[in-house]
């Protein structure tokens, strides 16, 4: 398992995040999601096999972008 954090573009209220939320917990192999609306970050647990590029997939169908923050 690892933890990763994605700044996320776009959002501007609590159905964002739920948005958000939603659909990044769909891919398979996440096992954990915590959005922050004020900070705009997203902070995802998951399995080794799941990429970055999967989880910005997820945010951008949800309607937002997302990149990987800085470590």
Same mark, same amino acid.
């Given at each position: 398992?690892?933890?990763?954090?994605?700044?996320?573009?776009?959002?501007?209220?609590?159905?964002?995040?739920?948005?958000?939320?939603?659909?990044?917990?769909?891919?398979?192999?996440?096992? *954990?999601? !915590? +959005?922050?609306? /004020?900070?705009?970050?997203?902070? @995802? &647990?998951? *399995?080794? !096999? +799941?990429?970055? /590029?999967?989880?910005?997939?997820? @945010? &951008?169908?949800?309607?937002?972008?997302?990149?990987?923050?800085?470590?």
């Amino acid at each position: 398992m690892r933890t990763a954090t994605y700044a996320v573009t776009g959002m501007t209220c609590e159905h964002c995040v739920r948005s958000v939320t939603e659909e990044v917990g769909e891919v398979p192999g996440v096992s *954990g999601v !915590d +959005v922050d609306l /004020a900070s705009g970050s997203l902070v @995802v &647990t998951a *399995g080794d !096999d +799941v990429t970055d /590029a999967m989880v910005a997939d997820a @945010v &951008t169908e949800a309607g937002y972008s997302a990149t990987p923050a800085p470590a």
